[in-house]
């Protein structure tokens, strides 16, 4: 696996390849992007990863600067899967050398509700971001976790109306046994958090167990869930039931339905879902 900084010596070690498979990441590598650069070369070759911690999606007051940053340990990660060509890490300065002043613009029924109601700015900071790391690695199809379920879809939605030629390919979230979804940010969890984390995920799947069930009534549903949550001595920010494919509210048909949470369990704000 070779690692490369800039992006003029990327596009040289990828002229004329047509098939490149690419998972952006953050870093603080977990089994769940172990199993998104699966997921890429079963989809296309050579496979791209990416690591940068992209500032443009941090609020003012949130965690860019203690987000994990464990270069050295991710690049071990990947050469052990034996999967990914090249890992693309650029510096924040290659990557905008300039302001930004150019950003993409979600649309405000995707990219201002749910996690964009509580993260002002984020989906706009994701899409630019990604937008510029298409621009640069150029592949055929890119791998996105369920897990950052709105991200996935807010994503694929930029996508289509650029008519950008990258397949978004989604791949399943990665649970510890517990249930927990892997994230970067769980280890910010002190001992009893990480014993109380696997909520969110439990009360996500009661919830799931009650739809399958018959019950109907998605408002009194979410305020349950929520309400369960903040006895437990969470501050839940959302619990939602909404439409898989544009996380619309449900109108009584038969779309498939998503729930999805986001709450915070000390300083910590852990996200899920779980498709029903
Ligand atoms: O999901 C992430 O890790 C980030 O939001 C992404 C897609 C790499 C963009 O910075």
């Known amino acids: ?49 990416s690591i940068f911690v992209n500032p443009l999606q941090f609020g003012a007051n ?43 613009q979600p649309p405000d029924d995707l990219g201002n509700i749910l996690e964009g109601e509580f993260r002002p700015g984020f989906f706009g900071g994701v899409t630019t971001v990604v937008l510029k790391l298409l621009s640069c690695v150029q592949p055929r199809i890119a791998v996105f976790g369920k897990k950052d379920y709105q991200q996935l879809l807010v994503v694929r939605a930029m996508c289509r109306q650029f008519a950008l030629p990258t397949e978004i390919v989604a791949c399943e979230t990665a649970r510890e046994p517990d249930g927990l979804a892997m994230s970067s940010r769980n280890r ?7 014993a109380e984390a696997p909520r969110l995920y439990r009360e996500l799947a009661a919830l799931r167990e009650r739809i399958h069930a018959g019950a ?61």
Do not use: C, S
């Open 216 to 276: 109907r009534d998605f408002p009194a549903l979410e305020a349950q869930a929520a309400q369960a949550l903040a006895a437990a001595g969470w501050q839940p920010e959302y619990v939602a039931i909404r439409r898989q494919e544009d996380l619309g509210r449900p109108d009584g048909g038969a779309a498939p339905l998503v729930a999805l949470a986001a709450a915070r369990l000390g300083t910590t704000r852990l996200i899920d879902n779980v498709e029903i």
């Open 1 to 49: 696996m070779k690692v490369i900084q800039r992006i003029a010596e990327l596009r040289h070690a990828l002229r004329q390849q047509d098939r490149v498979a690419f998972v952006p990441t953050m870093g603080g590598l977990h089994a769940g992007h172990l199993a998104l650069v699966h997921t890429a070369r079963a989809h296309g070759a050579p496979v791209v990863a």
């Open 188 to 194: 910010y969890l002190d001992a009893a958090e990480r």
């Open 62 to 104: 949130e965690d860019f600067d203690r987000y994990p940053r464990t270069l050295d340990e991710d690049i071990a990660a990947l050469r052990a899967q034996n999967v990914v060509d090249i890992l693309f890490a650029p510096t924040v300065a290659e990557l905008y050398p300039e302001p930004q002043g150019f950003r993409v």
